[in-house]
């Protein structure tokens, strides 16, 4: 049976509130963003935008779950979720998409099955 969480490896990086940080950020293990980022952000798994976050960036991630603020475009291999009080102003491109309501979308979405992957 599928979780309706996002899945979990091991503990997450987390910027904390009240930060702020700029540039182009890999991560390999589960990433939290709290604070403010501005950039490129670049992973192969989790990556959450907390309610009170602002993140100006473009984004390629697994799995995109966003509860605060993105503008750029949101890439991801599995799954977007935009969670109730979201807003992103951007492109999305996923094979899956989950909107919440109250949530402010502003863009384009692109929906397509993965490559190598059956149907």
Do not use: W
């Amino acid at each position: 049976m599928a979780s309706k969480e996002p899945r979990r490896r091991g503990d997450a990086t987390t910027f904390a509130h009240g930060s702020s940080f700029k540039g182009i950020l890999q991560f390999a293990k589960p990433l939290r963003i709290l604070g403010n980022y501005e950039g490129e952000i670049k992973g192969g798994e989790l990556l959450e935008v907390g309610p009170e976050a602002k993140v100006t960036a473009h984004i390629e991630a697994a799995y995109v779950v966003v509860y605060g603020q993105v503008t750029g475009n949101v890439v991801a291999t599995e799954k977007v979720e935009l969670k109730q009080g979201a807003k992103l102003i951007g492109n999305i491109r996923a094979p899956k998409l989950e909107i919440d309501d109250g949530v402010i979308f502003e863009g384009q979405c692109e929906m397509q099955v993965q490559l190598g992957k059956a149907s």
